[in-house]
């Protein structure tokens, strides 16, 4: 059906928007450090909303993963866990480049290797690239790419023209960066590798919501790492007290951080949520998912930013440079969607 990338965009959409969202609420919590929101996130974002989804939408779940082969389990829950890893080398490299520059070249690292590694795994590269609308998909993508490096470009003269970061470094930041994103591809290879447990569950009935039965594996890798990682900071650095009653904050203050950091990490699940809606209904181009997600969550980031007056003080010449790579990304999203309605199974 010629409307199945359409509505599958649509859905990859709303999953770029929570995507850009999901970090917003730490601004909110009171007297908390960035360890203390992550660890509460993690555990909602990696643990509790995957395993409840997966629970509500995918007939005989727990069946399911017991049943799958013991390999397709350990290597999805492997790979997720390297992306754990990117997740903390992004946070670092924020600290030295900036947040423009960081998400610009971890996305467009992440956005090319995640799409192309799997076909090429596969051996389907040639394959997939062969079907009609192959070549309109193609340019939709790299148009996209275009649009992601130029929103990077005029991130960084925002940054530059307001003070941006003050302990830059851009070597450090740079590989920092570059680990970042090739880890975060790594997440699309382990939902990949999962795929065959998502194919039990469609043969349960899952429908659309095959995907839920696959992300819990990929999501326990990464909140392994995480939680890991986080608890031995948060000992060294003593933070644990901030996160219990009668630490100099309100009950109802403490209560309002655990929920900000729960939505947080809820908002973060909720795009791969939409995201496995959004492909499988991508037609023979369900390869292009990565990328459209990679791109929607740089256009939003980026949108949301605007709204929340953040562009206000910079100069007309890189709003403009802002406005024009929006413009790009939303042309390459008509195309890529275009080309995959000629190539609907």
Known sequence: MILGPIFGTGLHAIGGMAASTCYTPFEKTKQWSWVSFWLVQAVFAWLLVPLILGILTVPDFFTILQNS?????????????????????????????????????????????????????????????????????????????????????????K?????????????????LTIIAGVLSAVFNISLEFGQPIA???????????????????????????????????????????EMMPNNGLGNGDLVKNYTLSGLAGTLWC??????????????????????????MLIFFSFLVGVFMKEWKEVSKSTFRLLIIALAVLCISFVIITYGSTNGVA
């Not at 754990?84 to 070249?105: E, K, N, P, R």
């Not at 009609?132 to 991130?155: E, K, R, T």
């Not at 429908?207 to 594996?217: D, S």
């Not at 909720?270 to 791109?295: A, E, T």
């Open 69 to 157: 082969s013991p390999n397709v389990v350990l290597g999805a829950f492997l790979l997720g866990g390297l992306y754990g890893f990117g997740g903390m080398s992004f946070g670092m490299a924020i600290t030295h480049i900036g947040y423009s520059l960081t998400y610009t070249i971890s996305i467009g690292i992440s956005a090319v290797l995640g799409t192309i590694i799997p076909l090429m795994i596969n051996g389907k590269l040639v394959e997939y690239f062969s079907k009609p609308g192959a070549d309109i998909v193609l340019g939709g993508m790299l148009l996209s790419i275009i649009g992601v490096i130029v929103c990077g470009w005029a991130g960084f003269r």
């Open 270 to 295: 909720m795009q791969f949520f939409f995201y496995g809606l959004g492909h499988v209904n991508m037609g023979d181009f369900q390869f292009i998912s990565w990328v459209l997600h990679m791109s």
């Open 159 to 175: 940054d530059k023209e307001l003070g941006g970061t003050t302990n830059f470094n851009m070597a450090t930041g740079l590989i």
């Open 199 to 241: 194919d039990m569950a469609a043969d349960k009935g899952a429908g659309v919501f095959e995907g839920n039965a696959k992300l819990i594996v990929s999501t326990a890798g990464c909140f392994v790492v995480n939680v890991v990682w986080f608890t031995v900071l948060g000992f060294k650095r003593n933070t644990f007290k």
